[in-house]
């Protein structure tokens, strides 16, 4: 347990943050996956909570129920601001939680499902130009139903059979001031996680001050997910995922 804490401590004062931390004066940020939202899932307790698949909403396992968030589809570009609707916990693997219109706003692929989350901070002339955007989706709801999108999910119980991926996919690790601090964290995980294909692990300039520790390239999610997985369990609270690096 020691041994584990030292990891962290040591990792937390060597990098620069590459996950964002929910304080009062700072902004969520994160990449990676959407989990799309179906009701079988919260009846096989994968997800603690219910959403209403018929309408625009979202969840998020940090960000605080009210508080407008950004998502981006990262192959796209199309993008929304949603309230968050709810804080509860689901598989971990994934970003936000999303419903099926949202997916279908946003045109999200159900094979790369890949989005791009920004807590938005208000101000007076913003939630007044969405507290009207949200009446009127209000309306057309009311007056139109969404029709339903079938989008498959990646839960962690459930493989995606899907077609190889054209793009490529890489976990960002972590970013560093220093070269020898990514090194020493490369040279630790191949130590260490012996089940790790280090052959993946690379290390990137990314600023003129900047190197990102980052694994893959990936041409499969389920594949990128295993190794995920096995970063989290090292200590890591939260990893990106980038797109075509």
């Given at each position: ?10 990792f ?31 009846e ?13 909403q ?152 900047k ?22 369990s ?11 690096e």
């Amino acid at each position: 347990m020691k041994y584990s804490l030292l990891i962290i401590i040591w990792f937390l004062t060597s990098c620069t943050q590459n996950y964002s931390k929910l304080e009062s004066n700072k902004t969520f940020y994160s990449k990676g996956f959407a989990y799309i939202y179906n009701e079988e899932d919260f009846e096989k307790k994968i997800i603690k909570k219910k959403l209403d698949n018929s309408i625009l909403q979202v969840a998020h396992n940090n960000i605080k129920p009210g508080a407008l968030i950004r998502i981006i589809n990262l192959k796209t570009n199309d993008s929304i601001v949603l309230k968050n609707n709810k804080r509860f916990q689901y598989p971990d693997f994934y970003k936000i939680l999303i419903t099926e219109p949202v997916a279908k706003k946003l045109n999200l692929s159900k094979n790369l499902p890949i989005v791009e989350i920004i807590e938005v901070k208000k101000n007076k002339s913003f939630v007044a130009k969405k507290t009207k955007i949200f009446k009127e989706e209000k309306k057309t709801h009311n007056k139109a139903p969404v029709e339903s999108v079938k989008i498959n999910n990646i839960s962690k119980n459930t493989e995606v059979k899907t077609k190889g991926l054209k793009d490529n996919l890489y976990i960002l690790i972590g970013e560093f001031y220093s070269k020898s601090s990514a090194i020493s964290l490369k040279n630790r995980i191949v130590q260490e996680l012996i089940n790790f294909n280090n052959k993946k692990l690379f290390i990137k300039s990314i600023e003129s001050n900047k190197t990102a520790l980052l694994a893959g390239p990936y041409n499969s999610i389920n594949l990128m997910k295993n190794d995920y997985i096995q970063l989290k369990s090292f200590g890591f609270e939260e990893l990106d995922i980038s797109i075509n690096e």
